[in-house]
């Protein structure tokens, strides 16, 4: 195979410029307003694609939004690739913490990335990762060294569930048919540290709603003689950890993979600076479970967490009232053998029965997916390993991550294929926040690492 390198140096600045190009469009799943960007991104990757090689490329309608798919067959006797990624972003909010606009990308030099990170929504999670595929394919096919079939699946509605993905998986079975799934909507370790991310958390997404009186009240007049549903839901959120961080809903942790001594002890050889960690996101001290340390309590321990809380008068000025209503999101992240229809159900029961009287309580559940853990002594894996040694000249760790890709537990009971998460993307993105960015040596290293997987998986397959 042709060195990749090369390629990527002689057209850099039209890689770069291809994304800058697709980050401008506010491909929102989320909300519904933007619903024509979310088509437009789903019309400009299937071209992309056709650019890039595929020869057969199709955007296949959903109950939701489209799913992109495409293929380039070489030989029906040699391996083929699934490449799963997704188009769609996060909401940009709050807009006023940006320092840029959100869809206007910019490139800008920072400590970490002196030779300058692309600053935009989508920039790391997904569109610049999923883009690294595209890419690679157009290096393989360009220099006549793709040495197997790819497919391509690129979805529209990651940050919002997936839902539309379950039906298409189940129903396309043969077309989606494959040797190995690989992913790149994870990160590594540190810049100059590449990493495999071998577990994923699984995920339970809820919305609470506590209901007190029929209208909202003068304070005054009523206040101290009923139940305040914004003071009650405080109280109950706030009972939902004990003094030591534990969550305690009754059979949360009954499922809970315990590692053993050795595992953690492998954990921990990982590096880490605590101090780093603490100065990059602006703490003092970090929080979380007794018994843990910082990096198990963000990917081998189940988390709860509130992700937005509102009630009452949030305008300018005062307004005494009580409200009749107030809400909550809540997200719990879940470890391996933690089923999320059942934690989502013990949640429900649970918050449901600490209410007081004087209020109702409505639990909406949103969506959630498996948890899942890759094994590191299969052909998928080696064949990483040896890609990212290629290009970083040091072997990848593996690490468990802290977020959640829920399908990817369905696509191995559904195609019987394993996953391999190969991530470029780093802590410091500010992914789902305000100043999401990507280095450009990362989205590049990956276009360069990326062909080599391919190279290695269809040598180690025969």
């Not at 929102?28 to 890039?52: G, R």
């Not at 003068?218 to 961080?245: F, Q, R, T, W």
Request: net charge negative; charged share 25%.
């Amino acid at each position: 195979m042709q060195e990749p390198k090369a390629y990527i140096e002689n057209n850099k600045e039209r890689i770069l410029n291809e994304l800058i190009e697709i980050l401008k469009i506010p491909s929102i799943s989320a909300d519904s307003a933007f619903s024509h960007d979310v088509i437009h991104m789903a019309e400009t990757v299937e071209k992309a694609l056709q650019t890039a090689g595929c020869t057969y490329t199709e955007i296949c309608e959903t109950d939701g939004y489209p799913i992109v798919y495409g293929e380039r067959i070489k030989d029906m006797n040699l391996p083929t690739v699934l490449v799963y990624g997704h188009y769609d972003v996060q909401p940009p909010d709050p807009l006023n913490l940006w320092t840029s606009p959100p869809f206007e990308p910019v490139i800008k030099k920072t400590t970490l990335h002196p030779e300058g990170a692309i600053y935009a929504r989508g920039a790391s999670d997904d569109k610049g990762q999923m883009y690294m595929h595209v890419k690679a394919l157009e290096f393989m096919v360009s220099t006549d060294s793709l040495p197997c079939n790819v497919k391509f699946m690129i979805e529209g509605e990651e940050e919002v569930g997936s839902n539309s993905l379950v039906t298409f998986v189940k129903e396309n079975r043969k077309k989606l048919a494959n040797d190995i799934i690989l992913i790149s909507d994870t990160g590594m370790i540190a810049k100059d540290v590449p990493s495999i991310t071998t577990g994923l958390r699984g995920l339970s997404y809820v919305e609470v709603e506590v209901t007190g009186p029929n209208r909202d009240l003068h304070s005054g007049l009523y206040g101290g003689a009923v139940a305040n549903p914004i003071n009650i839901l405080a109280k109950m959120i706030a009972s939902l950890h004990d003094e030591n961080n534990h969550i305690t809903i009754p059979g949360f942790y009954d499922n809970v993979e315990e590692l053993t001594k050795e595992e953690r002890t492998a954990m921990a050889e990982a590096p880490f600076d605590l101090k780093s960690y603490q100065d990059e996101i602006g703490i003092e001290s970090v929080y979380g479970e007794k018994g843990y340390t910082t990096n198990e309590r963000n990917s081998i321990r189940p988390t709860l967490d509130v992700n937005g809380i509102w009630g009452g008068y949030t305008g300018e000025g005062a307004k005494t009232v009580i409200a009749s209503k107030a809400y909550a999101k809540i997200s719990m992240r879940l470890v391996p053998h933690q089923d999320w229809k059942e934690i989502t159900e013990l949640f429900s029961v649970h918050f449901k029965k600490i209410a007081p009287k004087g209020v109702t309580v409505k639990v909406t559940p949103h969506h959630g997916g498996q948890g899942y853990v890759t094994p590191i002594d299969f052909v998928g894996y080696r064949a990483a390993e040896r890609a990212y040694e290629k290009t970083f000249g040091k072997k990848p760790i593996p690490q468990r991550s802290g977020g959640s890709i829920p399908i990817v537990a369905l696509f191995e009971e559904e195609l019987k294929s394993k996953t391999i998460l190969m991530g470029f993307g780093l802590d410091s993105d500010a992914i789902h926040s305000p100043n999401e960015h990507f280095g450009v040596e990362n989205y590049l290293k990956g276009i360069e690492t990326i062909p080599y997987f391919y190279q290695y998986f269809t040598e180690m397959s025969k």
